[in-house]
């Protein structure tokens, strides 16, 4: 059981280029959330999904997309990508978030120059 | 609008003396709320969980928060503290009924000296 992972780890892209960031989960939780992380702010939602084929806007979606095409992974892309957009995304996935709380990854830190 | 106010960004305390995170929140919902603590770059673990049941809420490592509605107030506290306990820790707050965002605090760091 490994839980929620996020591929990669680590990422250095140009202003303008593209990335897929990867989230699995094996636990078969309905809900999937991504997050950015910036220092003095948190953690504050992109985009989060509460079922397979569904998505929904978080609090700060402009600049990415996602798709959950199947339960278990959830990915975030970037389609042209900014220094602004420079962070640390986690991943969560949770059963009932309400009750339970969601289990996070380690993290994607992303360096775009 | 739900919100979470972390009072302290940064708390220092001895190893021994006891803890005390301050966390204040605004929901217009009979709120879920959460402490999560972060190590230096490591993932979010959950620390505890309050829905609605006991109000003194236990979690893990020795921690503990009780929720006082009057204060609208989710204090995180530990009897004493640990060189281990240095960490970041998050206040959060379900965003809605049916709970499927979370709102984060901004943090606090808490340093431990021996």
């Known amino acids: 059981n490994a839980g929620v992972t996020q591929t990669p780890k680590f990422r250095v892209l140009k202003t303008g280029q593209s990335m897929t960031l990867l989230c699995a989960q094996d636990?078969?939780?309905?809900?999937m959330y991504w997050y950015r992380q910036d220092p003095g702010m948190g953690l504050r939602l992109i985009h989060y999904s509460v079922g397979e084929g569904t998505t929904a806007k978080g609090e700060v979606p402009d600049g990415y997309n996602v798709s959950r095409l199947k339960k278990q992974n959830f990915l975030l892309g970037l389609e042209s990508a900014a220094p602004s957009q420079t962070s640390v995304y986690f991943c969560?996935?949770?059963?009932?978030?309400?009750?339970?709380?969601?289990?996070f990854g380690p993290g994607t830190r992303l360096t775009v120059t | 609008a739900q919100s979470v106010t972390q009072l302290d960004s940064h708390v220092s305390v001895s190893e021994g003396t006891p803890v005390l995170l301050r966390c204040n929140y605004s929901?217009?919902?009979?709120?879920?709320l959460f402490w999560y603590v972060q190590h230096p770059n490591k993932g979010l673990q959950l620390l505890l969980k309050?829905?609605?049941?006991?109000?003194l809420v236990k979690g893990i490592n020795g921690f503990e928060a009780e929720f006082k509605k009057s204060e609208t107030s989710f204090h995180l506290t530990k009897p004493s503290a640990h060189m281990s306990d240095a960490a970041e820790y998050f206040c959060v707050v379900s965003d809605n009924q049916a709970g499927t965002a979370l709102i984060f605090g901004k943090g606090t760091t808490l340093s431990v000296s021996s």
């Open positions: 969560a996935s949770s059963y009932t978030p309400r009750a339970v709380g969601q289990y």
């Open positions: 929901s217009s919902y009979s709120p879920s």
């Open positions: 636990m078969n939780h309905e809900y």
């Open positions: 309050y829905t609605s049941a006991a109000t």
